[in-house]
T-cell receptor
């Protein structure tokens, strides 16, 4: 099946710093999604991207759908303590009747005061 | 506005025991999914359903079974629990329209000893 390589695996940053993480795939995706998971909870959708080259913002979060359709990045500006959690990228391949998502392995973000 | 509800939140099983993880959604979503999450491994698809009466295997279906008798419910059955099934299990759903965001439940943490 499709593989998503998400990096970095973990990040330790100071409050107020900007953060960047990305996902790459060997296959083409027609949708990229970014999720955040808080401890003990399920992932929650942050941003959805539907077109190659699309750049979308949600507050301090900005994500882009790569031109090649094989990658996406997520930026978080001016990080705050509540940004702590695991961030997952997810992609939907071109084919598949159930619109199954393939998930990256996650980026564990820690924000230091 | 319950969304996706999973029960139980925690469970400890002995090897060879069986149990059913419950999942209910009140959004009238056609598509439902079961994922397992192992540390540092992202989310792996176990089974999915595109509607009542229709189920299909995902990436890691061995040792599990599902049924979908109603739109709302999608239980996951473990027949002979094994230590390799120790994981956090997430149920998710999405509508059949152009909305690729899944709604996740809060998860069931299962330990097999």
């Amino acid at each position: 099946g499709q593989q998503l390589n998400q990096s970095p695996q973990s990040m330790f940053i100071q409050e107020g710093e900007d953060v960047s993480m990305n996902c790459t795939s060997s296959s083409i995706f027609n949708t990229w999604l970014w999720y955040k998971q808080d401890p003990g909870e399920g992932p929650v959708l942050l941003i959805a991207l539907y077109k190659a080259g699309e750049l979308t913002s949600n507050g301090r979060l900005t994500a882009q759908f790569g031109i090649t359709r094989k990658d996406s990045f997520l930026n978080i500006s001016a990080s705050i303590p509540s940004d702590v959690g695991i961030y997952f990228c997810a992609g939907q391949p071109l084919s598949g009747s159930a619109r199954q998502l393939t998930f990256g392995s996650g980026t564990q973000l820690t924000v230091l005061p | 506005n319950a969304g996706v509800t999973q029960t139980p939140k925690f469970r400890i099983l002995k090897i060879g025991q069986s149990m059913t993880l419950q999942c209910t959604q009140d959004m009238n979503h056609n598509y439902m999914y079961w994922y397992r999450q192992d540390p540092g491994m992202g989310l792996k698809l176990i089974y999915y359903s595109v509607g009542a009466g229709i189920t299909d295997k995902g990436e890691v279906p061995n040792g599990y079974n599902v049924s979908r008798s109603t739109t709302e419910d999608f239980p996951l059955r473990l027949e002979l629990a094994a230590p390799s099934q120790t994981s956090v299990y997430f149920c998710a759903s999405r509508s059949g329209h152009l909305n690729y965001g899944y709604t996740f439940g809060s998860g069931t943490r299962l330990t097999v000893v």
